[in-house]
Each structure stands twice: as C-alpha cells, then as structure tokens.
C-alpha cells in the first residue's frame, strides 16, 4: 500500500522490504507561522535588492 504526504508518494511499512517507516515531520516556515507564545517571531529582512544591486540578500533572525 502506498502512501501519499504532499503529492509524494512512499511505500507503507508494511510492503516495505526494508523495515523502514518514513515519517514526516515538516512543518510551515516563514513570516507570520506559528510559534510558541512565548517566542519571537521570524524576522526576514533584505539587505540588498535585486533591482538596485542586481542580487537579492535576505538575513533571517529565528529562534528555531
């Protein structure tokens, strides 16, 4: 039986010859996903912009 997390599809533990189990712990990440209350929240910032410089620079300020 095959399972399918995200449009990817992967074998069920049970027909898998190896004995694997794939879980999938991704989650959202970015401006404004949840965090904990007590966390601040992702700060993303450009340092140069693609139309000025003709690069594009982030710096991203987390606590994760």
């Not at 010859?17 to 700060?43: A, E």
């Amino acid at each position: 039986m095959m399972v399918k997390v995200r449009g990817i599809e992967f074998q069920d533990n049970m027909d898998n010859p190896m004995g694997l189990q794939f879980v999938n712990l991704s989650h959202r990440w970015g401006y404004q996903c949840p965090n904990w209350p007590y966390f601040q929240d992702v700060k993303i910032e450009r340092i140069h912009y693609m139309a000025k410089s003709g690069v594009l620079s982030q710096r991203i300020t987390t606590s994760m």
